[in-house]
């Protein structure tokens, strides 16, 4: 015979059914909220972490460290800062010196060995490497990158692999770099490029040149100095498989950070007239250009040899250049 269940043990009953109810309710919030923040997933957690508080504070070159790492470091400073003149200085006769390097620094396009975060800085470029480069069409290392810029913008001779003074230049990269974690969206960065150039006006770019650079690139555009100003073109600039060769990078160069004292007050119509003028001129010649861009996607604005001299002769088609719909 069942015993009679009393209306205290269901009132019990009751309140177990209700405790776990709301126990249960507890847990669900709590795995919906880890499932929440599970959904954006760790890549996108590292990619906060590795972008928040990024600024442009490289350290001081006044706590480089001491020892052999701090004289690296240096060394690297003053490669960056005087490029052709620490690599010639170095060389067995001037002969060699001028094939081991042009007459151009990598101050001449970054400024104050690459410290100046308006002006094509490096700070930070160590942690954006390895990187890869649709003109090579693979990843490649910093050291890479630097001899990149040794046979393109320096039309010069590569730092063999065990060369110190490649090390001296990295180790001088990685020190202004210090602080940036690796994959850190850099806002000074990829900053000297035109999108949408005008067809330009190659004679409004001479006399523009005669007005606002002459007095600092000199009327044959070889320049008054690497770092006071470089060579434009010329056998002591770069050569026409460097970045700069392309009407996209120099009117976007142009425009960020010229003329000196007056940067951003070039229109983008005066800036491609002048990018015309200046890559419309005689520079070294690339001999690589058929192993550029492997991988496709050429870009159409190189200004080679072919392009300089239909300029000369009148047959030059912009539009083509600039990757235009002829009108």
Known sequence: ???????????????????????????????????????????????????????????????????PEGEAVKRGYELVNNTSEVLRADAASVEDGQQRVNELSCTSCHAGAGLEEDSSSMVGVASAYPMYIGRSGEIVTLEERINGCMVRSMNGEVFAEDDEDLDAM????????????????????????????????????????????????????????????????????????????????????????????????????????LAAFILSQDRPEWEGHEQDWPNGNRPPDAMTKERRDQVKDGTIDWNEVLGKEAK
Request: proline share 6%; charged share 20%; aromatic share 6%.
């Open 1 to 67: 015979m069942m015993k009679k269940i009393g209306y205290g043990s269901i009132f019990l009953l009751i309140l177990a059914v209700m405790a776990i109810g709301v126990l249960s309710s507890e847990l669900s919030a709590e795995k919906s909220k880890t499932a929440e923040v599970q959904s954006d997933g760790p890549e996108t957690a590292r990619t906060d972490q590795a972008t928040a508080g990024i600024t442009h504070s490289p350290p001081s070159l006044d706590e480089v460290p001491e020892g």
């Open 170 to 273: 990295v180790a001088y990269l990685n020190y202004i770099s210090e602080g940036i974690p690796q994959g850190a969206e850099m806002p000074w960065r990829h900053q000297n490029s035109m999108e949408n150039v005008p067809v330009p006006d190659v004679d409004n770019g001479e006399k523009l040149y005669q007005a606002s650079c002459l007095a600092c690139h000199a009327a044959d555009g070889g320049g008054t100095g690497s770092n006071s100003g470089p060579a434009v073109w010329g056998e002591g600039s770069f050569n026409d498989g460097a970045g700069l060769a392309r009407m996209t990078k120099m009117a976007g160069y142009l425009q960020n950070n010229m003329p000196k004292g007056a940067e951003n007050t070039l229109s983008d119509q005066e800036a491609s007239d």
